[in-house]
């Protein structure tokens, strides 16, 4: 005859703070910056036979260990394999477009840059965020900020972006009534994290913001459609 085992307690499984510790390991706690032009490779749905090269603005290392390819990409710095949207893109890989290769995982030398670089400069926890780390822009990338619905939209250039201890990234973006010396720089007190000042900021490529100042139809059409959600929430 057996012997009957004693009941174990039921143990209570928080979900939602393993969901916390989960995305806490996803965040970003080094950048490096992309300077050898290696690029995003991605894929529209509506498409089928098209594919699109989006050049690296920087890696990224998590604090799970994980490098990722990072672009300013609709409303944050975004890292590549997030894009699975069926609308705007699905990442396919990172591609050298000096010979061409395609390839899925982060070069051997980014990753250890940056585990180099995170083991180096070690950073103790806050309960605050505190400013880690800063990166000038090299991609001539710009920002359309919107603030209360109704009020103009505003396109600017992003001079650099900041990483944070608790894994945030924002672009800086210059106050004009500030600007005492030019070229501005990643320091210069006319700088501001974007969303500190605006409710929305979505990132476009030099030549997109160029098309939007040149007021080219077809580029301000797609635009007002894009926009149009982030009015109504207002």
Same mark, same amino acid.
């Given at each position: 005859?057996?012997?009957?085992?004693?009941?174990?307690?039921?143990?209570?499984? +928080?979900?939602?703070?393993?969901?916390?510790?989960?995305?806490?390991?996803?965040?970003?706690?080094?950048?490096?910056?992309?300077?050898?032009?290696?690029?995003? *490779?991605?894929?529209? /749905?509506?498409?089928?036979?098209?594919?699109?090269?989006? /050049?690296?603005?920087?890696?990224?290392?998590?604090? +799970?260990?994980? *490098? *990722?390819?990072?672009?300013?990409?609709?409303?944050?710095?975004?890292?590549?394999?997030?894009?699975? #949207?069926?609308?705007?893109?699905?990442?396919?890989?990172?591609?050298?477009?000096?010979?061409?290769?395609? =390839?899925?995982?982060?070069?051997?030398?980014?990753?250890?840059?940056?585990?180099?670089?995170?083991?180096? =400069?070690?950073?103790?926890?806050?309960?605050?965020?505190?400013?880690?780390?800063?990166?000038?822009?090299?991609?001539?990338?710009?920002?359309?900020?919107? #603030? #209360?619905?109704?009020?103009?939209?505003?396109?600017?250039?992003? =001079? %650099?972006?900041?990483?944070?201890? #608790?894994?945030?990234?924002?672009?800086?973006?210059?106050?004009?009534?500030?600007?005492?010396?030019?070229?501005?720089?990643?320091?210069?007190?006319?700088?501001?994290? %974007?969303?500190?000042?605006?409710?929305?900021?979505? =990132?476009?490529?030099?030549?997109?913001?160029?098309?939007?100042?040149?007021? +080219? /139809?077809?580029?301000?059409?797609?635009?007002?459609?894009? *926009?149009?959600?982030?009015?109504?929430?207002?």
């Amino acid at each position: 005859m057996g012997i009957p085992l004693s009941p174990r307690p039921a143990r209570v499984i +928080d979900l939602e703070t393993m969901r916390q510790r989960q995305q806490a390991r996803k965040r970003l706690i080094r950048l490096a910056p992309e300077l050898d032009g290696l690029e995003m *490779v991605y894929h529209l /749905p509506s498409e089928s036979d098209a594919y699109y090269g989006m /050049p690296l603005l920087a890696w990224g290392l998590r604090e +799970d260990g994980e *490098v *990722v390819g990072l672009v300013p990409w609709m409303e944050r710095l975004t890292p590549c394999q997030s894009l699975e #949207d069926p609308e705007h893109g699905h990442f396919i890989g990172y591609r050298d477009p000096e010979t061409e290769e395609l =390839f899925e995982d982060p070069p051997d030398h980014k990753v250890t840059e940056l585990e180099q670089a995170a083991a180096y =400069f070690e950073y103790e926890a806050t309960e605050e965020p505190t400013l880690i780390q800063q990166l000038p822009e090299t991609q001539g990338t710009h920002a359309l900020c919107m #603030d #209360d619905s109704g009020e103009p939209w505003q396109l600017k250039q992003v =001079f %650099g972006w900041r990483l944070y201890s #608790d894994g945030a990234v924002e672009a800086l973006l210059a106050d004009e009534r500030l600007i005492d010396s030019t070229p501005i720089l990643p320091g210069d007190a006319c700088l501001y994290p %974007g969303h500190s000042r605006h409710r929305v900021v979505y =990132f476009f490529q030099r030549q997109i913001a160029n098309r939007i100042r040149r007021e +080219d /139809p077809a580029t301000l059409e797609a635009l007002a459609l894009m *926009v149009m959600p982030a009015d109504q929430e207002g």
